[in-house]
């Protein structure tokens, strides 16, 4: 028996290249039966597979990593590109090692798993920096808050947000919440600082103000009969008598000779006293607010229209109490000049309500009928002096009134507050009906809200 050649490393064994041969000479028999025909030269050359002696057995050789590479892609081994079409894929292309069966990329599902593991790490780490703040300053500028009583972790969250001193009611609440300081939060005036830390920002008003300072809030617009339940009681002698006179303050260097007391400059603010204080050391400092803060209002357009600053005020005082929404002050004072203008009654309720007392119910036709000066109703013109102390935006309204042609303003059907104007009695006649059938509708109730 003949030696056949030397074993390839990781090649088919002799069993399997003797079978692979017997295939070819059966496929290359039945091609002959069926007329296909071989070339003579080629089957004569060829002996049959009887004639051919047998391959004597060879020993198999250790599979190594380069038969572990062929059997991953099915190629025969041999390199002979004989056999059973081993080493392609469906469709007759050879596949490429590692690649599954399926096409997909190696560790696809692995890869989204992490990418999903890393965006919800990513989040989480954001989400505790901005909660917690580790890197944040002492904030900015100083600003005062009044935190009034009765007011919960969310209403002091967005208070506080909407005055600059946290980015973020939500995380305010939510790091209150944590921390167990949402029952501990203490209503009073803070000092506090434009952009802190929640941290910082529930620190301070959690401490509270001082055991020692009574803070007194006055509202913008209200009299002093108004202000004087707010005062009494906690600061020494009676607020009334404390707004008679002040050496801090003439009216009449405002043009206001004529006037009886200090009505219309006790300005409208947030004031902290030492406890034990007088009422009279609180109207010192209102009146020293509303000297700083009068200073820079410009008199120029008033002045030309012959109005003293005493008057301008009286009209401010009148313009705080029928604004309810911020961008109609100018244009209620431009209603106030045109019928001053034209010598019509300004007709404004809140001047009936100053001299009978009657700010909540509604207004009795005796009260209406009142001969007061200050019943705008009767009588034309400003009445004799302001009604009430008005805020800085009212008085710069009253200073410098929109340009409008309008004599009339309603309140608006569920408009929240607003008011429709009109320039014509026919126009305010059609709102006014307007008005009264949506206050029919709700059965005699204000429709200012819907």
């Known amino acids: 028996m003949s030696k056949g050649p030397p074993p390839v490393p990781g090649g088919r064994s002799p069993q399997e290249r003797e079978a692979a041969r017997r295939q070819r000479e059966e496929r290359r028999t039945g091609r002959e039966q069926r007329g296909e025909g071989v070339p003579e030269a080629a089957s004569a050359q060829r002996p049959s597979a009887a004639a051919r002696p047998a391959a004597a057995p060879r020993p198999q050789p250790q599979r190594d990593w380069l038969e572990e590479a062929r059997r991953l892609t099915g190629r025969d081994g041999d390199g002979d590109g004989d056999g059973d079409g081993g080493g392609r894929g469906r469709g007759g292309k050879p596949r490429l090692p590692g690649r599954p069966r399926g096409g997909g990329r190696p560790g696809g599902a692995r890869l989204v798993a992490l990418a999903a593991l890393l965006v919800l790490a990513l989040g989480l780490v954001w989400f505790l920096g901005a909660l917690f703040q580790p890197f944040k300053g002492k904030g900015g500028d100083q600003v005062r808050v009044v935190v009034p009583r009765g007011l919960g972790v969310g209403q002091i969250g967005d208070l506080l947000e909407r005055r600059g001193v946290v980015s973020s009611s939500f995380f305010f609440q939510l790091r209150a919440r944590l921390s167990g300081d949402s029952s501990k939060l203490k209503p009073g005036s803070y ?10 920002a529930l ?16 509202p913008e617009g209200r009299s002093r ?90 009209i401010a005082s009148l313009v705080e109490r029928e604004a309810q929404v911020p961008r109609e002050r100018p244009l ?44 705008t109703r009767r009588t034309a013109g400003l009445p004799p002096g302001p009604i009430g102390s008005p805020g800085l935006a009212s008085i ?32 305010f006649q059609r709102d006014v009906r307007r008005y009264n059938d949506e206050r029919a509708k709700r059965g005699g109730k204000s429709p200012t809200d819907c």
């Open 203 to 218: 620190a301070a008003v959690e401490r509270g103000t001082p055991p020692n300072i009574v803070v007194v809030v006055i």
């Open 191 to 200: 000092r506090l600082r434009r952009d802190m830390s929640y941290g910082a």
């Open 332 to 375: 209620i004072a431009s209603v106030i000049y045109n019928r001053l203008k034209q010598g019509i009654p300004l007709g404004i309720d809140a001047t009936v309500r100053f001299v009978t007392g009657n700010w909540t119910r509604p207004l009795r036709e005796s009260e209406i009928r009142n001969p007061s000066p200050y019943n």
């Open 225 to 314: 009969r108004e202000v004087a339940p707010l005062v009494n009681g906690r600061l020494a002698g009676s607020y009334l008598g404390a707004t008679r006179r002040s050496g801090v303050l003439d009216p009449g260097s405002y043009g206001g000779r004529r006037a009886r007391d200090l009505e219309g400059f006790l300005f409208p603010a947030t004031y902290e006293l030492k406890r034990g204080r007088s009422a009279s050391a609180l109207v010192d400092q209102q009146l020293g607010v509303f000297r700083q803060k009068f200073e820079d209002v410009d008199m120029g357009y008033a002045r030309s229209k012959n109005l003293s600053p005493y008057e301008v005020l009286t």
């Open 396 to 427: 710069q309204a009253a200073a410098h009134p929109a340009r409008t042609r309008y004599l009339f303003y309603v309140v608006k059907p569920c408009g929240r507050g607003q008011h429709a104007f009109s320039a014509t009695d026919a126009q």
